[in-house]
């Protein structure tokens, strides 16, 4: 329970379960690096001591936005409720003013009415209001634009013609902006990157002779992603020349895929992989350095337009040193079947093990003699299944 609330890692609570665990394994969870990017793309970064909080109320739409349901669920219904309850104080102080809350003007009635040229009866400002319920219940009709009938405004008073148009423009301010925000939260970015998927484990296999860094991307939906871009990070800790300490230094790396450079045509799941070269920030990493001790982040970002709506939506992931697979690739998954390409999803993470060096890309490339002990299996390509066609007719003699 408390691993699923996030309190406790899953592994630490898997151990602290098992008996016969090690000491040495009890409490490996503990000493794994943090995550900056997790698994879902969340950021893992938490914001302390931030003394200037008035910056976000200069964007209030967007802190709208960002808010959680719950919040915005409860401003959304405080800001009507608010304003109802504002403009009800309003009206009822008009109609104190003016004497409508007093029974013996509403009573009182001119002795000559009823005889042809007589001035008329007392007006009020608001028809049937009589108490603060009352002028409450005409703020709602105001602002919603309900208009039962029961109450209404006269031209007795300019100033409650006024209040109208006042309630009435705050209300379509108050609509707009909050009808706005729970539109942008139904349509965020991210909900279009939860079909957007990446491979559990990435691998480190040779292609083409060089070892390279491998993952797999796919998109789970038959809308696309227009102008869809890919690029990789290589977050870890670095120590500067004069000794300045960089806990979390951002490397960019190449990219390589299908289709070159760092666009993607994402119809069906890709391998994207980056060759480690002496360019690369992996370009002195080994199998043994693939423990949950090294200091070694890699995340993946994926930007594009989604097609239905045009927003621009990122999907993020991250692998830790322990999540890369050395001397493994991925199997696969698209097959030709009925004259069109099917793709089979529930192998999107396997892997089989390939003939890999255990050495850095630096000593394969100053010793090239180990590639030639190296056993190569042939290359893979598209599988296409077979399909047998009984025939439908059959060919025989004629009779004589």
Request: net charge neutral; charged share 20%; aromatic share 8%.
């Amino acid at each position: 329970m408390l691993s699923r609330k996030g309190i406790i890692p899953e592994e630490y609570v898997l151990t602290r379960l098992a008996e016969d665990v090690p000491d040495h394994a009890r409490y490996r969870a503990r000493e794994r690096r943090a995550r900056f990017v997790g698994k879902n793309g969340a950021c893992n970064v938490a914001h302390k001591n931030i003394r200037e909080q008035g910056r976000f109320l200069q964007d209030v739409f967007t802190t709208l936005v960002d808010l959680k349901w719950h919040h915005t669920l409860l401003i959304f219904t405080m800001s009507f409720l608010c304003s109802w309850l504002l403009f009800g104080m309003v009206w009822w102080l008009i109609a104190f003013a003016h004497g409508d809350l007093d029974h013996s003007t509403r009573l009182q009635r001119d002795p000559r009415e009823g005889i042809e040229g007589a001035p008329a009866s007392f007006v009020p400002c608001v028809t049937s209001i009589h108490s603060f319920t009352s002028a409450f219940l005409f703020s709602i009709e105001v602002q919603v634009t309900i208009g039962f009938g029961g109450r209404m405004v006269t031209e007795e008073c300019p100033a409650a013609i006024l209040v109208l148009i006042v309630q009435n423009i705050v209300g379509l301010v108050i609509n707009a902006i909050m009808l706005g925000c729970i539109f942008m939260k139904t349509s965020q970015a991210h909900r279009r990157a939860e079909t957007l998927i990446f491979s559990k484990h990435a691998v480190i296999a040779l292609r083409e002779g060089k070892l390279c860094f491998m993952l797999r991307v796919g998109d789970l939906r038959k809308s696309m992603i227009i102008s869809a871009t890919i690029r990789m990070q290589v977050v870890k800790k670095t120590t500067s020349l004069e000794g300045e300490v960089v806990p979390l230094n951002q490397i960019d790396i190449q990219m390589e895929n299908p289709v070159g450079g760092n666009s993607i045509f994402l119809v069906s799941p890709l391998i994207i992989y980056h060759v480690i070269d002496k360019n690369s920030p992996l370009y002195d990493i080994s199998p043994v350095n693939l423990h949950h001790h090294e200091d070694l982040e890699i995340i993946v970002i994926l930007e594009g337009v989604v097609e239905t709506t045009g927003i621009t939506t990122q999907a993020r992931t991250s692998y830790l040193a322990d999540e890369i697979l050395w001397g493994q690739r991925f199997v696969p998954i698209v097959a030709e079947e009925d004259g069109r390409y099917s793709v089979d999803y529930s192998k999107f993470g396997n892997t089989v093990k390939v003939p890999t060096p255990s050495c850095t890309a630096r000593q394969l490339e100053e010793d090239k003699s180990i590639m030639d002990t190296m056993p190569f299996s042939p290359k893979g390509t598209i599988r296409k299944r077979s399909v047998k066609l009984k025939p439908k007719f059959t060919i025989s003699d004629e009779p004589s």
